[in-house]
């Protein structure tokens, strides 16, 4: 038996530095982007959650074809140098936009925005899915997998926490040269240093390219097989349980992630000195991270990511509790809430990788799964703008409502009855994060951790 490759930590941060530049591009554009347009800009609210939500969705129908198009690049060298390339380009000029927008008025404001946040979400999804299924090849075990997901997602918060520590409004020009800095940085170390997939594991010639190698094959035929190759690992019922579980967990973050600005400064009358607090938040994340991937190996990913989903639990009650300057519970909040999100960074991705290896379909498929992956990601990221902000307008949300004489009057349950803002940023994702733990509980997915065959468990239909 051929013995596998020690990973360095050499290894590991030429693979993990390319994460910095796409957590410094994420979490601008659904933490910052929706109030930065609809208080700066003077943009509705409700505009802003229709444009996050149209722009996502439009760029998660091509993420599953992306992953099928790096699929079929098996046997032309690295297959996943040409989509990070590509997205390079794209970043920078979207990201540009999204910064600098082009206009006079709101409704200019908007349309600019619209087609920056195309422009990046198209780039995003290159790099990502490339980023990600490169990684998935790297790992020989669970250890390994999450390692390197959690040096990926860990540096990766180290490009979030600088830009949440940061308003945009005032510093996007800063922002922006050391995201272009270490996105370029990042892409070289990844292309030039890192170690490279295993070629061995991939096709020589890629099946699923097969339709597309044949002169004589029909258009219609050619679509056929590329829709049945894109949605052939949703056949895969592990693979169908774990997306149901992402979805929920991450449209349970995704929410309160959109409206934390809202409830800092309208609810606990946080100013941009106490951004802090997020920075707090992040560090913790990438900090557990060590302890996730150490207790993934004792226990087991899923039962690991499952204690993650607990400890989050009591959070979304103390945040409803909370008022006007409780700049101390809000801090215990992010901390607590910190540690359970060093699970979701490095052990979802984890479980996608080894269902890969379980499913028979290391170095093959790889960017298919992936790319279905970020698809329910945006669709996340894209549902949870649209539903807050809407769902804020709505109901006549104000940013003074939680300081008005007659709201401080109210007990707590009045308030929860009369603030959109509670309901949205707490008590909507606690019931989505529960769901998820049940999901999850039901899943059998926690079996993973005693099997060492590459059968594939509850992998058909």
């Given at each position: 038996?051929?013995?596998?490759?020690?990973?360095?930590?050499?290894?590991?941060?030429?693979?993990?530095?390319?994460?910095?530049?796409?957590?410094?591009v994420a979490v601008p554009?659904?933490?910052?982007?929706?109030?930065?347009?609809?208080?700066?800009?003077?943009?509705?609210?409700?505009?802003?959650?229709?444009?996050?939500?149209?722009?996502?969705?439009?760029?998660?129908?091509?993420?599953?074809?992306?992953?099928?198009?790096?699929?079929?690049?098996?046997?032309?060298?690295?297959?996943?140098?040409?989509?990070?390339?590509?997205?390079?380009?794209?970043?920078?000029?979207?990201?540009?936009?999204?910064?600098?927008?082009?206009?006079?008025?709101?409704?200019?404001?908007?349309?600019?925005?619209?087609?920056?946040?195309?422009?990046?979400?198209?780039?995003?999804?290159?790099?990502?899915?490339?980023?990600?299924?490169?990684?998935?090849?790297?790992?020989?075990?669970?250890?390994?997998r999450s390692t390197y997901?959690?040096?990926?997602?860990?540096?990766?918060?180290?490009?979030?926490?600088?830009?949440?520590?940061?308003?945009?409004?005032?510093?996007?020009?800063?922002?922006?040269?050391?995201?272009?800095?270490?996105?370029?940085?990042?892409?070289?170390?990844?292309?030039?240093?890192?170690?490279?997939?295993?070629?061995?594991?991939?096709?020589?010639?890629?099946?699923?390219?097969?339709?597309?190698?044949?002169?004589?094959?029909?258009?219609?035929?050619?679509?056929?097989?590329?829709?049945?190759?894109?949605?052939?690992?949703?056949?895969?019922?592990?693979?169908?349980?774990?997306?149901?579980?992402?979805?929920?967990?991450?449209?349970?973050?995704a929410l309160p992630a959109?409206?934390?600005?809202?409830?800092?400064?309208?609810?606990?009358?946080?100013?941009?000195?106490?951004?802090?607090?997020?920075?707090?938040?992040?560090?913790?994340?990438?900090?557990?991270?060590?302890?996730?991937?150490?207790?993934?190996?004792?226990?087991?990913?899923?039962?690991?990511?499952?204690?993650?989903?607990?400890?989050?639990?009591?959070?979304?009650?103390?945040?409803?509790?909370?008022?006007?300057?409780?700049?101390?519970?809000?801090?215990?909040?992010?901390?607590?809430?910190?540690?359970?999100?060093?699970?979701?960074?490095?052990?979802?991705?984890?479980?996608?990788?080894?269902?890969?290896?379980?499913?028979?379909?290391?170095?093959?498929?790889?960017?298919?799964?992936?790319?279905?992956?970020?698809?329910?990601?945006?669709?996340?990221?894209?549902?949870?703008?649209?539903?807050?902000?809407?769902?804020?307008?709505?109901?006549?949300?104000?940013?003074?409502?939680?300081?008005?004489?007659?709201?401080?009057?109210?007990?707590?349950?009045?308030?929860?009855?009369?603030?959109?803002?509670?309901?949205?940023?707490?008590?909507?994702?606690?019931?989505?994060?529960?769901?998820?733990?049940?999901?999850?509980?039901?899943?059998?997915?926690?079996?993973?951790?005693?099997?060492?065959?590459?059968?594939?468990?509850?992998?058909?239909?």
């Open positions: 038996m051929n013995q596998l490759p020690r990973t360095s930590a050499k290894d590991l941060l030429n693979y993990g530095l390319l994460g910095w530049a796409l957590g410094a554009i659904y933490i910052q982007v929706p109030y930065l347009y609809s208080r700066i800009y003077e943009v509705p609210s409700a505009w802003v959650g229709i444009i996050l939500l149209l722009s996502r969705l439009l760029d998660a129908v091509l993420d599953p074809a992306i992953g099928l198009w790096v699929d079929r690049r098996s046997g032309q060298g690295n297959r996943y140098a040409l989509p990070l390339l590509l997205a390079v380009p794209l970043l920078l000029l979207g990201m540009a936009g999204v910064f600098f927008p082009v206009g006079n008025t709101p409704t200019e404001y908007a349309a600019s925005l619209m087609v920056s946040l195309i422009v990046v979400h198209l780039g995003y999804s290159f790099a990502s899915i490339a980023y990600q299924a490169w990684g998935a090849e790297l790992g020989h075990t669970d250890k390994e997901v959690a040096v990926r997602e860990g540096v990766g918060i180290l490009g979030v926490v600088f830009a949440v520590s940061l308003a945009l409004e005032t510093n996007a020009g800063l922002i922006f040269t050391v995201f272009a800095v270490m996105l370029v940085l990042g892409m070289f170390l990844l292309l030039k240093f890192s170690p490279k997939p295993d070629r061995t594991a991939q096709q020589a010639a890629s099946p699923f390219a097969e339709t597309f190698n044949n002169a004589q094959a029909s258009a219609a035929a050619a679509i056929r097989k590329g829709f049945a190759d894109i949605v052939q690992p949703l056949r895969r019922k592990n693979f169908r349980k774990l997306m149901g579980v992402f979805l929920c967990n991450g449209l349970a973050a959109t409206l934390v600005p809202f409830y800092m400064r309208d609810r606990l009358g946080l100013g941009d000195s106490d951004q802090w607090v997020l920075a707090v938040y992040f560090l913790v994340g990438a900090a557990s991270t060590v302890f996730w991937v150490w207790l993934a190996s004792k226990i087991g990913l899923a039962r690991s990511w499952l204690l993650g989903m607990v400890l989050s639990i009591p959070a979304f009650i103390i945040v409803v509790v909370l008022g006007e300057g409780d700049l101390a519970g809000y801090l215990f909040v992010c901390v607590v809430t910190g540690f359970a999100l060093g699970a979701d960074l490095s052990l979802p991705a984890a479980l996608v990788a080894r269902l890969i290896e379980e499913n028979g379909e290391r170095g093959k498929t790889e960017g298919t799964y992936f790319g279905l992956w970020n698809w329910i990601n945006k669709f996340n990221l894209a549902l949870a703008p649209s539903f807050a902000l809407g769902t804020l307008q709505w109901f006549s949300y104000s940013a003074d409502m939680a300081k008005t004489e007659s709201y401080q009057n109210m007990g707590l349950l009045q308030q929860l009855a009369n603030d959109p803002l509670l309901w949205v940023y707490a008590l909507v994702p606690c019931a989505l994060k529960l769901l998820a733990i049940v999901l999850l509980g039901r899943s059998g997915l926690a079996s993973l951790n005693r099997t060492t065959s590459n059968t594939a468990i509850g992998s058909t239909a």
